[in-house]
């Protein structure tokens, strides 16, 4: 028979443990002013992540035993397509207390929120020149419009946070000229901004981008030219952001070059479903080796041709490269989205 879930797996995967069961009955009973306010109860980044959470919930929806899980991420989209903009509450007992907050990225603004709801007087220290972080950098706009990352910006804003942009932890404050200036606790949300690099001969060449560098660009409109032919190295999320957008900018021919199949890719299905929906093709089984370069600039990629093997511990078949046997990939330019960390230097 029909049921609701009370204590439900979505809400137990979901990093912030949104209540899933709730406001999807607010839905149903078609109370939109109530649901948007349990979102925001525990989620400062609603608009965003209702286009761009990995949403572990849907993975684990009980309705998979009858068919198909819930849209869960979509449903939270709908929901905050009908917010009101009125301006949050703020708290009514001021704090003394005064806290920086480093990186006006997801965390640090989630962070700033909460603070701030609480009456703490909070000051978001940002490195570029608008906040948002990867958020409002990377994620194509095909993905998360300007207006929809403002939805949530605005908010958070309105509780008073002092957004400082152009200020770059390590050059132009440090952790103790924080202090020196009043700020009693300090929280560190830098993100993971710098890209992995593939370790192969060659990777210098002009031609050779970071994914998240890519990305941006394209974003803040600042791409150089890309030529006829693009190729992705990755298998993840951001590696399909960056062959969809080098689509969208006019490139004839993209692919995505991955060591394994597409069926071990880890990146959600709508982003791999969205790529055969283009036509970008997929090079399975192809680990860069080798940059190649004619006249100073990126030419190909030389690839080892790989095999599944046993599998290691993500559960996953290992790739074994084939000994002798190798495929060049003509190419005018490289887009590296193997992975991301943090960078901590300051």
């Not at 703020?90 to 965390?107: F, L, M, N, T």
């Not at 990377?138 to 509780?159: E, F, H, K, M, N």
């Not at 103790?176 to 690099?197: C, D, F, N, P, W």
């Not at 055969?276 to 690839?303: D, F, H, M």
Request: hydrophobic share 40%.
């Amino acid at each position: 028979g029909l049921f609701d879930c009370i204590k439900a797996p979505c809400r137990d995967v979901c990093a912030v443990e949104q209540k899933v069961p709730l406001y999807m009955q607010c839905v149903r009973e078609g109370r939109l002013h109530e649901a948007v306010e349990i979102v925001r109860d525990d989620n400062p980044l609603g608009a965003i992540l209702g286009r761009a959470c990995n949403h572990p919930c849907q993975h684990a929806c009980v309705r998979t035993h009858y068919d198909e899980p819930l849209a869960i991420r979509e449903i939270k989209r709908f929901i905050m397509d009908h917010e009101s903009k009125g301006p949050p509450a703020a708290a009514e007992v001021a704090k003394k207390a005064r806290v920086a907050v480093i990186g006006a990225g997801p965390c640090g603004l989630g962070a700033a929120y909460f603070l701030a709801a609480a009456g703490y007087p909070v000051t978001l220290f940002e490195g570029r020149a608008y906040p948002g972080g990867m958020v409002a950098g990377s994620i194509p706009g095909y993905r998360a419009t300007a207006a929809v990352i403002g939805q949530d910006l605005d908010r958070i804003l309105a509780l008073g946070v002092d957004l400082k942009c152009n200020q770059q932890a390590g050059r132009d404050f440090t952790l103790t000229s924080l202090r020196q200036q009043g700020y009693r606790y300090i929280v560190v949300a830098a993100g993971a901004q710098k890209g992995q690099r593939l370790g192969i001969p060659g990777e210098d060449t002009p031609g050779g981008i970071d994914a998240l560098d890519f990305l941006r660009a394209a974003r803040e409109k600042k791409l150089p030219p890309l030529g006829r032919r693009v190729g992705v190295v990755g298998g993840g999320d951001v590696a399909m952001d960056c062959a969809r957008t080098a689509w969208r900018l006019g490139a004839d021919e993209v692919s995505v070059i991955y060591r394994r199949t597409r069926e071990q890719m880890p990146a959600q299905y709508e982003e791999r479903h969205g790529l055969e929906e283009e036509g970008i093709p997929v090079r399975e089984l192809l680990a860069p080796k080798e940059v190649l370069a004619a006249g100073g600039r990126l030419s190909a990629l030389r690839c080892a041709k790989m095999q599944l093997g046993e599998p290691d511990a993500s559960g996953r078949r290992r790739p074994v490269e084939i000994p002798g046997v190798e495929e060049d990939v003509a190419l005018d330019t490289l887009v590296v989205a193997i992975s991301q960390q943090g960078d901590f230097g300051f």
